[in-house]
């Protein structure tokens, strides 16, 4: 495999997408996410989505974080996430690599739109860094 190693500085930060079911799991989804703001103000908590969007095919919300909270906060996750499934993946300038090669998940791992991350990621190298989900 070529993998597209990069130097740790291209990470320009970082995101946690919360992946739910509006039908079973959001009350656990809404009770983490209290607490994440709870303990963790200087993150920059998203919306609700209840359907899919961008890249993600499960509904979720997403919280981003400085690389400087990395360590913190990814191990925080790693013990308090009530069950439920989360990406962690960096930005770099390619969606595809951030979501598909960079970034890991607790719990299980999900499928994403992978079609649409390609097309962002020719779209980051033609215009020089859009950044998608
Ligand atoms: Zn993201």
Do not use: C
Not at 31 to 54: C, N, Q, Y
Not at 77 to 104: E, Q
């Amino acid at each position: 495999m070529n993998f597209p190693n990069r130097p740790v500085e291209a990470i320009e930060g970082w995101h946690a997408h919360v992946y739910y079911d509006p039908d079973a799991t959001k009350p656990i989804a809404a009770g983490l996410r209290a607490r994440i703001v709870e303990a963790f103000p200087d993150t920059r908590m998203g919306s609700w989505h209840d359907e899919a969007v961008g890249p993600h095919l499960v509904a979720m919300y997403q919280v981003a974080f400085e690389t400087h909270q990395f360590d913190k906060f990814v191990q925080w996750l790693a013990v308090n996430r009530d069950g439920l499934d989360i990406l962690v993946h960096p930005h770099t300038d390619n969606a595809w690599n951030d979501h598909i090669i960079f970034g890991f998940w607790l719990g299980e791992k999900l499928p994403l739109n992978e079609e649409r991350l390609k097309q962002f990621a020719v779209r980051a190298e033609r215009d020089g860094g859009v950044q998608a989900g």
